[in-house]
Every structure is written in structure tokens, then in C-alpha cells.
């Protein structure tokens, strides 16, 4: 039989055994393991998402004639435009391509679109995610960009084998490059100012002292294409306020962010279709 | 006959149901109107209640291997280094096994102090691991102190249905919680 005092303190020494196991186990083990804990769970989280689209799907199913044929009707205007639009683009790209060969410049990164429904928000005060129905069975790659109609969402952080996680534009661990509309100048862009009671904002740091903003002109703040990450041009948000940083050497300011970004259903991910090439 | 013991399974099995249904309420709670305020939106954690029943009322082998695997389903599906739930349910565990005998365990006023206490720790210790990464680490808490509240308000609710659920899945199998013997029902 073992002695009392040992007897007492043997919850802390499995405790012990316990840390020192995980601490020696291989990094690859670790990852097995953590993927496999979350494919344990990911068949629930996905079918509570297709739940709700059938939840939609039956609250359609009772809207009026009338309502549909409205609908209907917004969405052929829609369609005609986003045609038009479309054939814009093709012109537009063709003549980039153009230009490209003329001044033997090297191609931009091309990019394939896979559109993706949101399974699970997770906006905490610690990280701000979200889980998407598309993965490995897609394509998905972990840091690919992901956007909506109008602009950035976040990136992928991991991809399981049929889902993914987003990691927000407003999680603290987002860090982007970026520059204000109108200016080359870089400047970073990171996410986490998440009030309980109000929008989600970003913070922009190292902005030239010339740039100016304020709530009666707000700056867009766009992707500036460097990392090769995410596409230049792609809206971030708008910067409403600018003020000198400690160092008097930059400016600093707050980044209001789409109010959308906290109940988005549908994303597109940017599957890069060369990565070998950049 | 050597009888299979499957009391582990069933506290992680519940465990389990907890963590989908915290994640339900948080896709949902991502953002809401409430009465006259436009934008709110608010998380819950509720890691102190996964812990409360392995740590009261099972045995030490069982209530060890559901208390661990509990913590890599969490860290799992969050955002944390693969491993930090473990540690820490692991060291309330650890912590509740060496003092429950002189408490009154079976009592659910006890296990509701022991999941508010045990949540507190788990929500303070991840959000000083994580506060660092947090460019207004000011303006962070506030938002951290709302997620507390929300989560220890949930868990005085919860905690008295969640026992009863585990309680009753035992009582279903006609199992004793802590020795694994069968009782009548």
C-alpha cells in the first residue's frame, strides 16, 4: 500500500505524468490527433448548417406567388447587370493581358473561385473565426483569402477534410498589409478592437503624416497585393479617424469594418491556381 | 464475465453535447439586436461546467480519461495551441480530486460554486495567455468582462440540468457514477 502523503498528492503527479507525456509527444502526432478530435466533431456542426437551410428552404416554400414573382423580377435586373459587368471584365482582362505581353511584365496571380456556406461563427473576445462547408474535398488551402461582395473576410487557418476555418479580419491575430485608396504607401492593417456593444473595428498603424481622415471623410483602406496573399484592391474597411502615433512619426487610427462580416451565410474562397508560381 | 465499463464515455459523450450546443448558441449570438441596442454581440465559455461532474462525482481513472479527452475536443475546435485545455482541465481536476472529500459533492449548490469557480480560472488564465495578442488590450477586457458575465450568468442556469442529464444517463444504465457497480433502478 502506498503511504498517505503520497496517497494525497497522487491526483498531481498523474497530473504531472500527464504534461510530461504531451510535452514529449511528436508534433505529428499532436496534429493527427487535434485533426482527428475536430473530425469528430465536424459532422455535427456541418449538418445543424444544412438544418437551417432546410429550415430556410420550407420558409420559402410558404412565401406567395406575388412575392416570387417580385423576386424574380429584381433578379433579372440583377442578372442584365452583373451580365453586363461581366463582359466588362472580360474586355478588361483581355486587355491586361495585352498589356502584360506588350511590356513583358510578369502575370498577376490567377485565382479560382469557390463559393462556400458558413457553418459556425465563433466571435469571441479571444479569436474571431468562423467554420465554412468546404475542404480538402475542394481544394481549400490554409491561408487562401476569403471575401465577400464587398471585400475582405479573413483567410484560412485550417482545412479539414470537408471544412475549413476562417480566421476574421477582426481577430486580433490578423495581421494584413494594405494602403489607403488613392496612395502606394503601405500601410499594416491588424483586427481586435470587438466591443461587446458596438461595430467591429480594425487599427491601422504606420500611416504617412499626410494622409488625412475623419467621420465627414473617411479613407478606404484596401488590400495593397503585397505577400501575394490577397489581390490588391480589395476593400478592408474605411478609415474614420487618424491621429499621430506616439512616435510622432506615422499616424494611427481605427478602421470601421461592414457590419455584415458578423452574419455572412455565403463566402468565396481564392484558391491560388499556380502557388509553385509565386 | 468481465464487464466493459463505459462510465468515461458516457460523462465525454455529454461533454460533447455541451460543447455542440455552446457552439450553436455562439453562431447565434454572434449578432443580435436587444431591445434598443442595435449591435450586440456576446460569447459564451462554459469550460468550468465541463469539468464540474468528472471531478465530483466520478472515479479517479474514469474521471481522468473523460476530463482529458474533454479538453482536446475544446482545444479542437477553438483557436488555442493544441493542448492548453488539456492542462487545464487536467489541473482543476487534479485539483478537486485531492480536496473533494471534504466537501459536500453530491450536492448541486457545491457543484455550481465548483463550475463558476472552475470557469473563472479557465476563462482568466486563456485570456491572459491570449491578451497579448490583443493590439487594445484595454478595450479588450471590457469585451472579455461581458463574455464573463454572460458565461457565469449561463452556467448558474445550466448546472443543475446538465447534472441531471449525466445523472440520469447512469441512472439508464444502471450504473454508480463513482465504484461502476450495477444499482438497481
Given at each position: 500500500?502506498?503511504?498517505?502523503?503520497?496517497?494525497?498528492?497522487?491526483?498531481?503527479?498523474?497530473?504531472?505524468?500527464?504534461?510530461?507525456?504531451?510535452?514529449?509527444?511528436?508534433?505529428?502526432?499532436?496534429?493527427?490527433?487535434?485533426?482527428?478530435?475536430?473530425?469528430?466533431?465536424?459532422?455535427?456542426?456541418?449538418?445543424?448548417?444544412?438544418?437551417?437551410?432546410?429550415?430556410?428552404?420550407?420558409?420559402?416554400?410558404?412565401?406567395?406567388?406575388?412575392?416570387?414573382?417580385?423576386?424574380?423580377?429584381?433578379?433579372?435586373?440583377?442578372?442584365?447587370?452583373?451580365?453586363?459587368?461581366?463582359?466588362?471584365?472580360?474586355?478588361?482582362?483581355?486587355?491586361?493581358?495585352?498589356?502584360?505581353?506588350?511590356?513583358?511584365?510578369?502575370?498577376?496571380?490567377?485565382?479560382?473561385?469557390?463559393?462556400?456556406?458558413?457553418?459556425?461563427?465563433?466571435?469571441?473576445?479571444?479569436?474571431?473565426?468562423?467554420?465554412?462547408?468546404?475542404?480538402?474535398?475542394?481544394?481549400?488551402?490554409?491561408?487562401?483569402?476569403?471575401?465577400?461582395?464587398?471585400?475582405?473576410?479573413?483567410?484560412?487557418?485550417?482545412?479539414?477534410?470537408?471544412?475549413?476555418?476562417?480566421?476574421?479580419?477582426?481577430?486580433?491575430?490578423?495581421?494584413?498589409?494594405?494602403?489607403?485608396?488613392?496612395?502606394?504607401?503601405?500601410?499594416?492593417?491588424?483586427g481586435g478592437d470587438n466591443e461587446?456593444?458596438?461595430?467591429?473595428?480594425?487599427?491601422?498603424?504606420?500611416?504617412?503624416?499626410?494622409?488625412?481622415?475623419?467621420?465627414?471623410?473617411?479613407?478606404?483602406?484596401v488590400t495593397s497585393g503585397l505577400?501575394?496573399?490577397?489581390?490588391?484592391?480589395?476593400?478592408?474597411?474605411?478609415?474614420?479617424?487618424?491621429?499621430?502615433?506616439?512616435?510622432?512619426?506615422?499616424?494611427?487610427?481605427?478602421?470601421?469594418?461592414?457590419?455584415?462580416?458578423?452574419?455572412?451565410?455565403?463566402?468565396?474562397?481564392?484558391?491560388?491556381?499556380?502557388?509553385?508560381?509565386? | 464475465?468481465?464487464?466493459?465499463?463505459?462510465?468515461?464515455?458516457?460523462?465525454?459523450?455529454?461533454?460533447?453535447?455541451?460543447?455542440?450546443?455552446?457552439?450553436?448558441?455562439?453562431?447565434?449570438?454572434?449578432?443580435?439586436?436587444?431591445?434598443?441596442?442595435?449591435?450586440?454581440?456576446?460569447?459564451?465559455?462554459?469550460?468550468?461546467?465541463?469539468?464540474?461532474?468528472?471531478?465530483?462525482?466520478?472515479?479517479?481513472?474514469?474521471?481522468?480519461?473523460?476530463?482529458?479527452?474533454?479538453?482536446?475536443?475544446?482545444?479542437?475546435?477553438?483557436?488555442?495551441?493544441?493542448?492548453t485545455s488539456l492542462v487545464l482541465?487536467?489541473?482543476?481536476?487534479?485539483?478537486?480530486?485531492?480536496?473533494?472529500?471534504?466537501?459536500?459533492?453530491?450536492?448541486?449548490?457545491?457543484?455550481?460554486?465548483?463550475?463558476?469557480?472552475?470557469?473563472?480560472?479557465?476563462?482568466?488564465?486563456?485570456?491572459?495567455?491570449?491578451?497579448?495578442?490583443?493590439?487594445?488590450?484595454?478595450?479588450?477586457?471590457?469585451?472579455?468582462?461581458?463574455?464573463?458575465?454572460?458565461?457565469?450568468?449561463?452556467?448558474?442556469?445550466?448546472?443543475?440540468?446538465?447534472?441531471?442529464?449525466?445523472?440520469?444517463?447512469?441512472?439508464?444504465?444502471?450504473?454508480?457514477?463513482?465504484?461502476?457497480?450495477?444499482?438497481?433502478?
Amino acid at each position: 500500500m502506498l503511504p498517505k502523503r503520497f496517497d494525497q498528492a497522487r491526483p498531481f503527479t498523474t497530473l504531472g505524468v500527464v504534461v510530461l507525456a504531451w510535452l514529449l509527444l511528436p508534433v505529428a502526432v499532436k496534429t493527427f490527433t487535434r485533426s482527428a478530435f475536430f473530425e469528430i466533431q465536424a459532422p455535427v456542426t456541418l449538418a445543424d448548417s444544412y438544418v437551417d437551410d432546410l429550415q430556410n428552404f420550407w420558409a420559402s416554400e410558404l412565401k406567395s406567388k406575388q412575392e416570387l414573382i417580385q423576386a424574380g423580377k429584381s433578379l433579372a435586373g440583377l442578372i442584365s447587370k452583373y451580365s453586363f459587368a461581366n463582359q466588362q471584365n472580360q474586355d478588361l482582362h483581355a486587355e491586361n493581358l495585352r498589356l502584360e505581353n506588350l511590356l513583358n511584365l510578369p502575370s498577376l496571380p490567377a485565382y479560382r473561385l469557390e463559393p462556400a456556406r458558413v457553418a459556425r461563427r465563433d466571435f469571441s473576445g479571444w479569436w474571431q473565426r468562423m467554420v465554412i462547408r468546404k475542404g480538402r474535398n475542394y481544394g481549400i488551402k490554409v491561408g487562401s483569402p476569403v471575401v465577400y461582395a464587398d471585400g475582405i473576410v479573413g483567410r484560412v487557418a485550417e482545412v479539414h477534410a470537408y471544412s475549413s476555418e476562417v480566421d476574421l479580419i477582426t481577430s486580433p491575430s490578423f495581421r494584413i498589409a494594405a494602403t489607403a485608396e488613392g496612395d502606394n504607401r503601405p500601410v499594416s492593417y491588424h483586427g481586435g478592437d470587438n466591443e461587446t456593444f458596438s461595430p467591429p473595428r480594425g487599427i491601422v498603424d504606420f500611416v504617412p503624416l499626410d494622409v488625412s481622415a475623419s467621420q465627414s471623410q473617411p479613407l478606404r483602406l484596401v488590400t495593397s497585393g503585397l505577400g501575394g496573399v490577397f489581390p490588391p484592391g480589395l476593400t478592408i474597411g474605411s478609415i474614420n479617424q487618424l491621429e499621430p502615433s506616439t512616435d510622432g512619426m506615422f499616424k494611427t487610427g481605427e478602421v470601421k469594418l461592414d457590419l455584415r462580416l458578423n452574419s455572412l451565410t455565403e463566402v468565396t474562397v481564392l484558391v491560388l491556381l499556380n502557388p509553385d508560381q509565386f | 464475465m468481465i464487464r466493459s465499463d463505459y462510465r468515461w464515455l458516457v460523462v465525454f459523450g455529454c461533454n460533447l453535447l455541451l460543447l455542440w450546443l455552446c457552439g450553436l448558441a455562439n453562431h447565434w449570438l454572434a449578432h443580435f439586436s436587444f431591445l434598443w441596442i442595435d449591435h450586440c454581440t456576446v460569447s459564451l465559455y462554459l469550460g468550468g461546467l465541463l469539468v464540474t461532474y468528472a471531478a465530483l462525482r466520478l472515479d479517479s481513472r474514469h474521471g481522468w480519461a473523460s476530463t482529458l479527452l474533454t479538453g482536446l475536443a475544446a482545444d479542437a475546435s477553438g483557436a488555442l495551441p493544441f493542448g492548453t485545455s488539456l492542462v487545464l482541465f487536467g489541473l482543476i481536476h487534479a485539483v478537486m480530486l485531492h480536496t473533494r472529500q471534504r466537501f459536500p459533492r453530491e450536492e448541486l449548490a457545491f457543484a455550481i460554486v465548483v463550475a463558476l469557480l472552475a470557469n473563472l480560472f479557465l476563462f482568466m488564465a486563456i485570456s491572459f495567455l491570449l491578451i497579448g495578442e490583443n493590439p487594445r488590450p484595454a478595450s479588450a477586457w471590457v469585451r472579455l468582462f461581458f463574455d464573463l458575465l454572460a458565461s457565469q450568468i449561463t452556467i448558474v442556469l445550466l448546472t443543475g440540468w446538465f447534472m441531471a442529464l449525466q445523472n440520469t444517463v447512469f441512472i439508464f444504465f444502471r450504473q454508480h457514477p463513482e465504484t461502476g457497480r450495477r444499482v438497481a433502478s
